[in-house]
């Protein structure tokens, strides 16, 4: 799909792109030139304050791991860690 650069160095991503990976205003991407492309990869940014939340969570947890998780969620959950972060 052909896109324009717009003033400000703007590009609109197509609507069909948008739709087709779930994109919504305020999504955050690095942006990564590379072999004369530019790629868009999408990102999580978590508050530093929540990282250490996190960090020092499984820090005590690794001193007795005893369980397996399926998902990063799942253990999130079961060590009572919220995930869910405001737009930073």
């Known amino acids: 799909m052909l896109v324009e650069m717009r003033a400000r160095s703007q590009i609109t991503l197509p609507s069909e ?6 994109i919504t205003e305020g999504d955050k991407f690095e942006a990564v030139e ?15 304050k929540k990282i250490t939340e996190i960090a020092k969570i ?4 690794k001193k007795n791991p005893s369980t397996v998780y399926d998902s990063v969620e799942e253990m999130f959950t079961d060590l009572g860690i ?3 972060v405001d737009n930073v």
């Open 34 to 48: 590379r072999d004369g492309g530019v790629f868009l990869c999408p990102v999580v940014v978590y508050p530093k």
């Open 82 to 84: 919220d995930i869910e």
């Open 58 to 61: 499984l820090k005590e947890h």
């Open 17 to 22: 792109i948008i739709r087709n990976l779930g």
